[in-house]
């Protein structure tokens, strides 16, 4: 057994897991945050990413001992004082998801792609860095609007604050 420590949606906490435990099975079963999901187990669908330090990554390609010390975010530390994250909003607004299966990985995806890329963002780039999340029902237009819309909002919101 092993002991991980991390920081997860800004609280500390701290679990015992098998050494061999995926990071996506130690946030769902010992955290109880049940918002990052199982898909594939492969690192191919995307339905478990997460950010770690900052980044998005896939918590069923990482040890929860690979993550000792790291500061994870999951969809459920995205929404701030009961409001919404914007990109969540316009997943909402824009009907960006249909079984919601594949939403918590995308959305995860697309706050990292936004940081990353700022306002420089169109289609074809949200394309191409969404491919790594694959959503089964096909639901890739309405997606791809969120994100963009999201993106232009987040960045009129930064460019007014300058």
Do not use: W
Not at 101 to 111: D, E, H, L, S
Request: hydrophobic fraction near 40%.
């Amino acid at each position: 057994m092993a002991t991980v420590k991390l920081t997860v949606n800004g609280r500390s906490v701290v679990g015992e897991c098998d050494e061999r435990t995926l990071l996506v099975h130690f946030i769902r079963e010992k955290l109880n945050l049940t918002g990052t999901h199982v898909g594939c187990d492969t690192g191919q669908c995307g339905a478990c990413v997460v950010h770690m330090d900052g980044g998005s990554v896939k918590s069923c390609t990482l040890l929860a001992v690979q993550a000792q010390g790291a500061e994870i975010t999951t969809i459920e530390g995205l929404a701030k004082n009961g409001e919404l994250h914007p990109v969540q909003a316009a997943f909402k607004e824009c009907h960006g998801l249909q079984c919601g299966f594949c939403t918590p990985g995308m959305v995860m995806t697309a706050v990292d792609m936004i940081a990353r890329h700022g306002g420089d963002l169109d289609e074809h780039a949200v394309r191409r860095e969404l491919e790594g999340n694959i959503c089964r029902c096909t639901g890739y237009h309405n997606i791809v609007r969120a994100v963009l819309s999201a993106n232009a909002a987040m960045h009129s919101v930064r460019e007014a604050a300058e």
